[in-house]
């Protein structure tokens, strides 16, 4: 099983930038589909964005839109969220996630492999 793990989470003032990184285990990753996912606590998870296994498509939630780029490096086998703009209610546990047979990009039903998460919190 790939295996992904994410990094670059931590406390922030409003208005900082992040940058997540979400490093995978095999050379497969290169041919995946690639998302981002949040979750607060007592919320349910949801989509950040998402990139195509080409790096030539890529999809976002409206409330990061203009203020989150998911790029990645597939030489590095690596998928970046860079965050800029940040506010409080982007704190939550960030996940990114693998998709292996091209499903639905906002749909973390379709997703088939999982990192642990990274916790971002941003303060006012």
């Known amino acids: 099983q790939v295996q992904l793990v994410e990094s670059g989470g931590g406390l922030v003032q409003a208005m900082g930038s992040l940058r997540l990184s979400c490093a995978a285990s095999?050379?497969?990753?290169?041919?995946?589909?690639m998302g981002w996912f949040r979750q607060a606590p007592g919320k349910e998870r949801e989509f950040v964005a998402s990139?195509?296994?080409?790096?030539?498509?890529?999809y976002y939630a409206d409330s990061v839109k203009g203020r989150f780029t998911i790029s990645r490096d597939n030489a590095k086998n690596t998928v970046y969220l860079q965050m800029n703009s940040l506010k409080p209610e982007d704190t939550a546990v960030y996940y990114c996630?693998?998709?292996?047979?091209?499903?639905?990009?906002?749909?973390?039903?379709?997703?088939?492999?999982w990192g642990q998460g990274t916790q971002v919190t941003v303060s006012s």
């Open positions: 996630a693998a998709d292996v047979q091209l499903g639905t990009p906002t749909s973390p039903r379709d997703y088939d492999y």
């Open positions: 990139i195509s296994w080409s790096g030539g498509r890529t």
């Open positions: 095999e050379r497969t990753f290169n041919r995946y589909a």
